[in-house]
């Protein structure tokens, strides 16, 4: 896929700290909620960014895509028209579904992971990948539950989501955290089983422990333990790109760059 | 906060330059500059300021507090300088200086001043029956001079500001204001702030160095006069009326 080769780190652009992100050191390139964008009033930071040359992705949180609902084409054309306007060379969205029933649920909740609902996801993401003017990436969510009588691994259902779309696979190292603490998953069988070489590039976010329950807040500091997660995965293969995301609660620029730093030198410890 | 004396030893805050400077408007300015020079405020594109840290980490006097407190959940550049502005935290800044004798309060010195000028020109009318008049309107003109010429800055408040370097950006801010000029250039540049932002802070007119809204050549000979009556009258400092009348610029 031209373009998406060796991102670099980069951070979710977000409004609120659009000077910030602007004044970074060490920022290669930026990802941007599709939603919040609207075609032909392109925020003028973003603006800026393109005419530094810093790679803008936009990413999707509305397709609903693990929906049983069918897929809003004018969600998929919004995403499409975003990623030309800032010429992107890829979008992205979730593993998951937002809406049931005519009800949006205000969270990326997770998809039961059965050969069933593999076949509806599927379909889905083949039906906005014909509407998409460029490849579509896929990011697993933080699940708070799982779904009974599942069938595959979060793995093996990426995996073979893969194989049956062509898609991308954007893999979020803190989902993959949240989810070991909160329903037990293994984040390196997860590794084991996706094909890496799909690999579009990596969220790394930050959360909070709760009681027994780990919120993947992307409103606190990033744990020691999610860049373990980065490092194993960087151990495995080298990711096009790390993304720092971070939605609340903004740190000073000092800390966000010791942010990326610290991202930075997980990715070129395995460089060498 | 970094603090620039005089040879007396009137120590000087920005935010107290600020004020002696230009009035409780540019006491605001001076300390959201430091704020933000300090990485303790954010500003964004579309001018909306906010805290780093939800608990006032970072302030070091209680203007600085309030402003930060302000900024919890993000507000607009001019009206977290128009709110700080009009705070008790900003009128108790005022009442400090006023106790270190830096300023005064002008209001009694000023009362009277039209009896003064009225009396001069009666006597001028009655110089026409008798000279004497003359010398006596001349007189009441002298003192009517001198009310108006005498502002809420004393001769220490003069000097100790007149010891105040724009050494930093702060500094700048607090002679200048955001929305002023220093060096030929926009102080809000040294921000690196789109223009539009530090628009929103209200102008006043242009004045010199040293020659503040305070002092008696600013503010007592001017029509500007009126916003001197918020250094120069406590009651209407802090109580949320409008310090500085004219806007949070000044
Ligand atoms: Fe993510």
Redesign the pocket.
Known sequence: MAGIKDLGVGIGWRSEIDLTVERLPGVDFVEVVAENLHIGHLPESVTLLLERGVPVLPHAVSLSLGGADEVDLHRVEHLGAVAEAVGAPMVSDHVCFVRAGGLDSGHLMPVPRTKDALDVLVANVKLAQRNLPVPLAL?NVAALLEWPDGELSEGQFLAELVERTDCWL?V?V??LYANARNIGTDPERFLDEIPLERLAYV?V?GGEQHGDIYHDTHAHAVLPEVLDVLDELCSRVAPPGVLL?RDDNYPSDTEIASELAAIRAVVDKHRG | MTKQTDTQGAWLSAEEAGFLTAGPGRAAEAVLARLIDQGLLRVSRDGLVSAVHQDGEGATTSVEARMLSFARNPVQFDAIVLATRNCTEVAQLYRQLLSRELMRVPHRRHDGRWFSLAVAGVAVVLGFVSPVFLVAAAIALGFFVWQNGSGPITQAGREALSQVQASDRVHVVALYGFDGRFRGKDVGELFDFPRRVVRTVPRRPARARRRSIWNGGGCGSSSSCGSSGCAGSSSSCGGGSGCGGGGGGD
């Open positions: 990011e954007l979020d803190a989902n969220h976010a995301e």
